[in-house]
Nanobody
């Protein structure tokens, strides 16, 4: 069982930055694959930063060059650095985790473990 807790959301003006954190706890949580998803108004949940199953990371086209995912393996914390935020980035951001063999499930949005989400609001 893995528990995920996101933090770092908030309200910022367009052009601002936020860093989201996702703390993972539970057995073998350090070995799990992790990703960031978001649910924006009027749209389906989308993967913001997800692992490629053959290595590396994929970013949603709308966030490329602005968002960066990273992980502190010692602290078991996943980060999402978000720069140059836009109003269309407004939404609920979720951290997800899956066992190493479940990369495709994770990328497809069917991860076994999800956090409660953290709200990001970007104003003009």
């Amino acid at each position: 069982q893995v528990q995920l807790v996101e933090s770092g959301g908030g309200s910022v003006q367009a052009g601002g930055s936020l860093r989201l954190s996702c703390a993972a706890a539970g057995s073998d949580s350090s070995a799990h694959l992790m990703a960031w998803f978001r649910q924006t108004p009027g749209k389906q949940r989308e993967g913001v930063a997800t692992p490629n199953c053959d290595g590396g990371t994929s970013y949603a086209d709308s966030v490329k060059g602005r968002f960066t995912i990273s992980k502190d393996y010692a602290k078991k914390i996943l980060y999402l650095q978000m720069n140059n935020l836009r109003p269309e980035d407004t939404g609920m951001y979720y951290c997800a985790a899956e066992t190493p063999g479940g990369c495709r499930r994770l990328r497809a949005g069917y991860a076994r473990y999800w956090g409660q989400g953290t709200q990001v609001t970007v104003s003009t």
